[in-house]
């Protein structure tokens, strides 16, 4: 299969190894045509994420640097922001949205959250997920209607990796996505998703964009995994944004 972006990569401005400019020439020599920078917001605690949101000026100014260097590759600005808010708030504020190519938020472990207060029955629930049932059902809940709170609040384009680690309803969030026209990601890194979990997505008609995750240019535009899960669960090319020409439009809305 031929896709024609990664829109999932990091760098070494988040917990990545490689620069921008790595980024473009892997992209480049994997054929790609579109690669995103997509690093983590600030949120993220112990060094994953960006030092601040200053950071993704100098983020910006190396992707301008990037493509004036690496011909034949549509280098997109784009974060990963982190939901630091039960009602949907990220750690990307609104009105700097606009400025990216693309915006993917995910649900991850270990951020700081905006209210402590509101974000301690959340850490509860994830924690009491791992030793029973009634508490993976409330973490499911909770974390559910974080993210879909935040796909109706924020101009979104991607979830990544939903599921992973921090248990969600699929099919709930795929509606969301349908509603708003964001994509669900098939991540290549993580491999947490299962075909049963696509297909309950994929019957609310949502679209999938399958994702590498690379924390290093060598894994840039590495959607194989990604790529042999959505065949097994029956998905069709058409459903995934990044290998169907319909995925160009898409990501201009
Ligand atoms: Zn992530
Ligand atoms: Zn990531």
């Known amino acids: 299969m031929r896709f024609y972006a990664d829109w999932h990569t990091h760098t070494c401005y988040s917990h990545g190894v490689g620069t921008v400019l790595d980024n473009a020439y892997a992209a480049q020599r994997r054929g790609l045509k579109e690669i995103a920078i997509a690093d983590h917001g600030p949120a993220n605690l112990f060094g994953v994420g960006v030092g601040n949101l200053d950071t993704f000026a100098c983020i910006r100014s190396d992707i301008e640097e990037a493509k004036r260097q690496v011909s034949g590759v549509k280098v997109l600005y784009a974060a990963e922001a982190n939901v630091i808010d039960t009602d949907g708030t990220i750690d990307i504020p609104l009105p700097m949205q606009d400025v ?83 994509a669900m990601e098939i991540n290549s890194g993580h491999r947490h998703t299962t075909c049963d979990y696509l297909r309950r997505a994929a019957e609310t008609g949502v679209l999938f964009a399958i994702g590498s995750d690379a924390h290093e240019p060598r894994r840039v535009g590495d959607l194989t995994a990604g790529w042999n899960l959505a065949r097994q669960a029956g998905l069709d090319p058409q459903q995934i944004l990044n290998v169907s020409p319909q995925g160009r439009e898409w990501r201009r809305r």
């Open 100 to 182: 990216f190519d693309l915006l993917l938020i995910g649900l991850h472990i270990l951020v700081k959250p905006r209210s402590l207060w509101r974000a301690m029955p959340i850490a509860y629930s994830n924690i009491m997920a791992k030793v029973c049932r009634q508490g993976e059902r409330q973490a499911l809940v909770k974390n559910t209607d974080m993210l879909v709170a935040a796909v109706h609040r924020n101009r979104v384009h991607i979830v990544t990796h939903p599921g992973y680690r921090l248990p969600i309803d699929t099919r709930e969030l795929a509606k969301a996505c349908v509603v708003t026209g964001t």
